[in-house]
């Protein structure tokens, strides 16, 4: 049995969403964002990456979680969460936003189906709406949607694979799948699911209220 752990990076400051907390930590559903998120991986080794002003805030909710100081970028926080796994016997892990909090048992499930086969999979929703650019409130053309996907989390991988391409990596990456390809790994993509949004900006909080409920 492969040892899979869960990295759940919670360090950022949610500049688009706004409000008196970073995203992660405002209330959904009666517990913070990264709470829910931290609950989807309770079956797995968890490591928690906070921003250090959040101590406190994680303290009370990461459990048997390990918290990691993450840095000022996404994928300086994702190193240091795979540093923090080190030495651990870690075998696959799955690296997921804190801000994505209704992540489903299906997709954590095909992502790890997709790992028994692949160095990298992730999970992504493939773009059906048609496709524009657009300047100045008008529409100045469209773009084919022929194989455009939206990219989801948990993004999953062999450790020893990720881990090295983060090292190689020069930075500014958007997700951990972007620095594994630059490392030359191929990426299989697996089914996403429409609810796991990334909390992003103030409405999205409402959706995901609205999504949660929809789960009662
Ligand atoms: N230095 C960073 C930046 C981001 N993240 C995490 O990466 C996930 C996705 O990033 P994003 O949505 O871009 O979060 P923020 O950087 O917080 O948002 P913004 O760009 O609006 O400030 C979030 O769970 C966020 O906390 C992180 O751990 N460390
Ligand atoms: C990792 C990610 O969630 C994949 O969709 C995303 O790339 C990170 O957030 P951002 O909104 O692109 O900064």
Redesign the pocket.
């Given at each position: 049995m492969h040892q899979t752990a869960a990295l759940i990076?919670?360090?950022?400051?949610?500049?688009?969403?706004g409000g008196e907390l970073?995203?992660?930590w405002q209330m959904l559903a009666g517990q913070p964002v990264v709470a829910h998120a931290l609950a989807a991986f309770a079956a797995f080794r968890r490591v928690l990456?906070i921003h250090p002003d959040d101590r406190a805030r994680a303290n009370a909710i990461a459990g048997d979680a390990v918290i990691v100081e993450?840095?000022?970028?996404?994928d300086?926080?994702v190193l240091a969460g795979l540093r923090a796994l080190q030495g651990m016997g870690v075998a696959r892990v799955l690296i997921h936003?804190?801000?994505?909090p209704l992540v489903s048992q299906a997709v954590i499930a095909r992502v790890l189906a997709a790992l028994d086969h692949h160095l990298a999979a992730a999970p992504a929703v493939a773009v059906s709406d048609a496709l524009w650019t657009g300047e100045n409130g008008l529409v100045t053309g469209t773009r084919d949607r022929t194989g455009l996907y939206r990219a989801q989390t948990p993004q999953g991988f062999r450790y020893d694979a990720i881990l090295a391409a983060h090292l190689a990596h020069k930075g500014g990456a958007a997700d951990d799948v972007e620095v594994a390809r630059a490392a030359g790994l191929d990426v299989a993509i697996v089914e996403g699911d429409e609810d796991n949004i990334?909390l992003?900006w103030p409405a999205d909080f409402v959706r995901a209220a609205r999504l949660l409920k929809g789960r009662d």
């Open positions: 990076v919670a360090a950022g400051r949610g500049t688009r969403a970073p995203k992660q990456v993450g840095g000022a970028t996404r300086a926080s936003d804190g801000a994505r990334k992003t």
